[in-house]
């Protein structure tokens, strides 16, 4: 029997890809067109790999969790160990064919685990759980990536409050999270991660320094207005005022060449697709399938969310891509990957 995608779906997915592709392509013009090449390849195997796994039995795909959330593991060990700094931190695994993420990799699988370790509630489960969380948490908090490490409680709790688990299950990692807070930003951040949040709190002081990119981020997008600048025409763009505009900046890119109109197409791609997710969530009767839709859009909705808001100066600067707009070989083929998986769920539903 022929299976079904969504077709919907697969050209939101394939709009915000295309929409990327033009505002990196702008964003790389001087210095790094290679990027932009690259980035397109990375596109083309994410959406072979997307058709791929949106036509293969989701159980089929379930049963390698755990060996893929072990794998991605010592990746992250590895990567500790053997992997040089770059912009002060140990984040990419150095491979024949180019270089790796592997943080991105175990987003994915501790996704996969959790959704069937949370699809019935259990003490036992509840601990599994946790424990599935705290040890990539850990890895990538030594990297040092806080950000990215903040993610994987962030999701583990959200799942835990839509799954059946009882409230008192919600309240432990709650209370836990009020106590540990205060302690972890005084005793286990680094200095320039203390720093990145108080100059969040107070640009004006840190504005020479970690304060920079996100007032010339603001800057630009504040100068895109309703229309933009057009097309390859953004001076703070084309001028080389915002930083890594291709990466961790591309929405300040975004906004200052399409402006407020273009910015507001982009929100709406991404808010169809969680309307699209919420639809088929509601649907679905299997609650290992439920779960695993809901950290789908727990992770674009954080990422997405997180990274326009860091962009305009209400969140703190963080390293977390935008969803198929910014440039990453890894952050892309997971993300495509695990929307092919979602996609096969929703084809074993209809």
Same mark, same amino acid.
Request: aromatic content about 16%; some cysteine.
């Given at each position: 029997?022929?299976?079904?995608?969504?077709?919907?779906?697969?050209?939101?997915?394939?709009?915000?890809?295309?929409?990327?592709?033009?505002?990196?392509?702008?964003?790389?013009?001087?210095?790094?067109?290679?990027?932009?090449?690259?980035?397109?390849?990375?596109?083309?195997?994410?959406?072979?790999?997307?058709?791929?796994?949106?036509?293969?039995?989701?159980?089929?795909?379930?049963?390698?969790?755990?060996?893929?959330?072990?794998?991605?593991?010592?990746?992250?060990?590895?990567?500790?160990?053997?992997?040089?700094?770059?912009?002060?931190?140990?984040?990419?695994?150095?491979?024949?064919?180019?270089?790796?993420?592997?943080?991105?990799?175990?987003?994915?699988?501790?996704?996969?685990?959790?959704?069937?370790?949370?699809?019935?509630?259990?003490?036992?489960?509840?601990?599994?759980?946790?424990?599935?969380?705290?040890?990539?948490?850990?890895?990538?908090?030594?990297?040092?990536?806080?950000?990215?490490?903040? +993610?994987?409680?962030?999701?583990? /709790?959200?799942?835990? &409050?839509?799954?059946?688990?009882?409230?008192? %299950?919600? !309240? *432990? $990692?709650?209370?836990?999270?009020?106590?540990?807070?205060?302690?972890?930003?005084?005793?286990?951040?680094?200095?320039?991660?203390?720093?990145?949040?108080?100059?969040?709190?107070?640009?004006?002081?840190?504005?020479?320094?970690?304060?920079?990119?996100?007032?010339?981020?603001?800057?630009? +997008?504040?100068?895109?207005?309703? /229309?933009?600048?057009? &097309?390859?025409?953004?001076?703070?763009?084309? %001028?080389? !005022? *915002? $930083?890594?505009?291709?990466?961790?900046?591309?929405?300040?890119?975004?906004?200052?060449?399409?402006?407020?109109?273009?910015?507001?197409?982009?929100?709406?791609?991404?808010?169809?697709?969680?309307?699209?997710?919420?639809?088929?969530?509601?649907?679905?009767?299997?609650?290992?399938?439920?779960?695993?839709?809901?950290?789908?859009?727990?992770?674009?909705?954080?990422?997405?969310?997180?990274?326009?808001?860091?962009?305009?100066?209400?969140?703190?600067?963080?390293?977390?891509?935008?969803?198929?707009?910014?440039?990453?070989?890894?952050?892309?083929?997971?993300?495509?990957?695990?929307?092919?998986?979602?996609?096969?769920?929703?084809?074993?539903?209809?």
């Amino acid at each position: 029997m022929m299976r079904r995608i969504d077709p919907f779906f697969t050209f939101l997915l394939l709009a915000i890809a295309i929409f990327g592709l033009i505002v990196l392509k702008s964003a790389v013009i001087h210095d790094f067109e290679f990027l932009f090449k690259r980035q397109i390849i990375w596109d083309t195997v994410g959406f072979v790999v997307f058709f791929i796994l949106s036509f293969i039995k989701f159980d089929r795909v379930n049963r390698l969790f755990p060996l893929g959330y072990v794998i991605s593991i010592i990746l992250l060990i590895v990567v500790l160990k053997t992997s040089e700094e770059i912009f002060g931190s140990k984040r990419w695994l150095h491979l024949p064919f180019g270089a790796i993420q592997p943080s991105e990799i175990a987003k994915l699988m501790t996704v996969g685990v959790l959704s069937n370790l949370l699809s019935r509630e259990s003490f036992k489960r509840f601990i599994l759980s946790f424990l599935v969380v705290i040890f990539p948490f850990i890895l990538v908090f030594l990297e040092p990536d806080l950000g990215t490490a903040i +993610i994987f409680p962030t999701v583990w /709790f959200l799942m835990l &409050y839509v799954s059946k688990y009882r409230r008192r %299950y919600i !309240y *432990i $990692p709650l209370v836990s999270i009020l106590i540990i807070t205060p302690i972890a930003f005084n005793h286990l951040l680094m200095d320039y991660q203390r720093e990145r949040i108080m100059a969040f709190l107070m640009p004006e002081k840190y504005s020479a320094s970690r304060a920079y990119q996100m007032i010339q981020s603001m800057r630009a +997008i504040g100068s895109g207005m309703l /229309f933009g600048r057009g &097309y390859m025409m953004g001076p703070f763009n084309l %001028y080389g !005022y *915002i $930083p890594v505009n291709h990466s961790d900046f591309i929405f300040s890119t975004l906004a200052e060449e399409f402006g407020f109109l273009g910015s507001v197409v982009l929100i709406i791609l991404y808010g169809l697709i969680l309307s699209r997710m919420y639809r088929h969530f509601s649907r679905l009767r299997n609650d290992r399938n439920k779960l695993f839709i809901c950290g789908f859009t727990v992770l674009l909705s954080i990422h997405a969310l997180y990274n326009m808001g860091m962009c305009l100066g209400i969140l703190p600067v963080a390293g977390l891509p935008l969803p198929l707009v910014a440039y990453g070989g890894t952050s892309t083929f997971v993300f495509l990957s695990f929307a092919g998986m979602v996609n096969s769920v929703i084809s074993d539903h209809e």
